[in-house]
C-alpha cells in the first residue's frame, strides 16, 4: 500500500477536478483513500457516507461560472426541504470502512481561534479535510496585492465571498511571516482550486464545524488536536447522518 502523504492527496484531487455536483466531502474522501493506495471514487465514497442530493429543481450549490458534473449511477434524493448533502460523520465513516480500518478521519472541533488552527496544523503532517462556511472566505479574486498588505500590516481588506455554502476543502499548508498567518486552501472546483486565506477567516469559518486529519496514526492526532485546544469530536453540519 502507498504510503499516505499531503501531497500525494493534493495530487489526487487536483488529477479529479471538478468534484461532482453536491459531493464536496466524498471527492476528498476519495481523494485521501487513493493517496493511501485505494482505488475509489467520489461516487463509491458517498455511497458509504450517506450523501444525499438536493431534489430537482432546487437552487444550484456551484460557486460562479462553474458548470458542475453529474454523478454516476443513483445516490439518494432529499424530499423537498428536507436535509441534503454529507455529514462530516459520512466522511469519516467511508475513510475508515474503504480503507479496511487503516485510515482514521480524526475530527478537530471546538472554540476556533486563528492561533488554535495554526497550532494544530504546524504539529500535523496529515491531510487536512476542513469543513467550512465559504461566506467567512476572502472571494479567490483577493490579488497579490491584498496578500501582501495582510502579510505586511494585519490588515484585512480582501473582497468577500460571492459564493455562501457549507463545503469541504483542503489545507495544503500556513504561509508564516509577517503581521499575520495566511492559509493557502485547495478546493474542488478549477475557478478556485488553490487560494491564499488569512488564518482568522478560516478560523471563522469552522465555528460549529472543524476538520478532519487523516492518518494512520490517530492517538497521536488526537493528542495533537487536544494540545492545540480543540477536542477530538464530530460535528453536526446539518447534513443528514448516515444510517
Keep these: 500500500m502507498a504510503l499516505l502523504t499531503t501531497q500525494e492527496f493534493l495530487a489526487q484531487g487536483l488529477a479529479d477536478l471538478p468534484q461532482c455536483d453536491e459531493l464536496c466531502g466524498p471527492f476528498w474522501a476519495a481523494a485521501a483513500l487513493r493517496a493511501a493506495g485505494f482505488g475509489v471514487t467520489q461516487e ?65 472541533s471546538g472554540d476556533w481561534t486563528a492561533g488554535r488552527l495554526v497550532h494544530l496544523l504546524d504539529a500535523v503532517r496529515a491531510p487536512v479535510i476542513a469543513n467550512i462556511l465559504t461566506g467567512e472566505l476572502w472571494d479567490p479574486s483577493a490579488t497579490d496585492e491584498h496578500v501582501e498588505r495582510y502579510l505586511e500590516t494585519g490588515i484585512d481588506d480582501g473582497p468577500p465571498s460571492a459564493w455562501q ?23 474542488s472546483y478549477p475557478s478556485r482550486v488553490m487560494h491564499r486565506q488569512p488564518a482568522q477567516r478560516v ?35 446539518g447534513s443528514p447522518m448516515p444510517a
Design 44 to 108: 463509491e465514497a458517498a455511497a458509504v457516507a450517506g450523501s444525499v442530493l438536493l431534489p430537482p429543481g432546487s437552487p444550484s450549490s456551484l460557486p460562479p461560472r462553474e458548470r458542475g458534473r453529474k454523478p454516476l449511477g443513483h445516490l439518494p434524493v432529499a424530499a423537498p426541504g428536507a436535509p441534503a448533502g454529507t455529514s462530516a460523520h459520512g466522511v469519516a465513516r467511508a475513510i475508515s470502512e474503504l480503507s479496511g480500518g487503516r485510515l482514521t478521519a480524526v475530527p478537530a
Design 165 to 187: 455554502v457549507g463545503h469541504f476543502l483542503a489545507i495544503a499548508h500556513v504561509v508564516l511571516g509577517g503581521a499575520a498567518p495566511l492559509l493557502v486552501l485547495v478546493d
Design 203 to 237: 478560523a471563522d469559518s469552522l465555528r460549529g464545524r472543524g476538520l478532519l486529519l487523516v492518518t494512520e496514526e490517530p492517538q497521536a492526532a488526537r493528542a495533537q488536536v487536544r494540545a492545540a485546544g480543540l477536542e477530538p469530536v464530530l460535528w453536526d453540519n
